[in-house]
Each structure stands twice: as structure tokens, then as C-alpha cells.
């Protein structure tokens, strides 16, 4: 193993553009999380998977962010993701606790972010 070190510079987010979401995984993971009732789970598990719930919700919400940018400023759709993402920041700032709760509104957010990301890719409603 090299001490060497390759830092990729794309402000653009072009490479993250092409790599698709790895969603059905996840989406498991979601509803696996949300259907807890009375987890007994060491707290180190709780911080594991909230922890990669939020890797995951920062991608999507990258997702989002490229597809609401890419829409014309008259397309309602933008200003809702926008609403969507500012309370993703938000909620992805707060820091992780070892819990159940956590975890699960991790996954909450990564639903709510990829219900945004659907509505934003399908063609856009017909003006009437």
C-alpha cells in the first residue's frame, strides 16, 4: 500500500453525474429501517446505518440538485426541490446519535429526497 494520495478536483460534479444512483439496494434499506418497531440494536449498528443513510441522501440530494438546476425557472418542480433540499441540509447537518430515531429519520429523508428526484424526472405536466 502507497502513502500516495490522488485528489480529484470536479466542481461541476461531472464524474458524480454519470454514475447512477445504487437505489434498490438503499430503497431496501429504507423500508427495512422505517418497519422497526422495537430495534435492539448496540447504539455502534444505530451509527452505522444512519451513518450510511446520509452518504446515500447526499447523493441523491446531489441528484436532485443537477436535475431542479437543469429546469427552466418557470418549472414549478424547481422551487420544490429547492424546499426539499434546504430541509435536507438541514436535517443532514444535525449530527448523528446512536439511535433508532436517527436512523430512521436518515431514512425518511433519503424517501423524501428520492420522491423529489422521481418528480423531477418525469416529463413535466402539460400546460393548459
Request: charged share 30%; aromatic share 4%.
Amino acid at each position: 500500500m502507497s502513502d500516495t494520495h490522488l485528489l480529484l478536483h470536479d466542481p461541476l460534479g461531472l464524474i458524480e453525474a454519470e454514475l447512477p444512483l445504487d437505489r434498490v439496494p438503499y430503497e431496501a434499506l429504507v423500508t427495512a429501517v422505517l418497519a422497526w418497531k422495537d430495534p435492539d440494536l448496540e447504539p455502534r449498528d444505530y451509527e452505522q446505518i444512519a451513518l450510511q443513510l446520509t452518504g446515500h441522501a447526499r447523493a441523491v440530494a446531489s441528484d436532485v440538485r443537477r436535475h431542479a438546476a437543469a429546469l427552466p425557472k418557470s418549472d414549478g418542480r424547481s422551487a420544490l426541490a429547492e424546499l426539499i433540499l434546504r430541509e435536507a441540509d438541514g436535517r443532514l447537518s444535525a449530527p448523528l446519535k446512536r439511535t433508532a430515531r436517527c436512523a430512521q429519520n436518515r431514512a425518511r429523508l433519503v424517501r423524501s429526497l428520492y420522491t423529489r428526484l422521481d418528480r423531477l424526472t418525469e416529463p413535466a405536466p402539460a400546460a393548459t
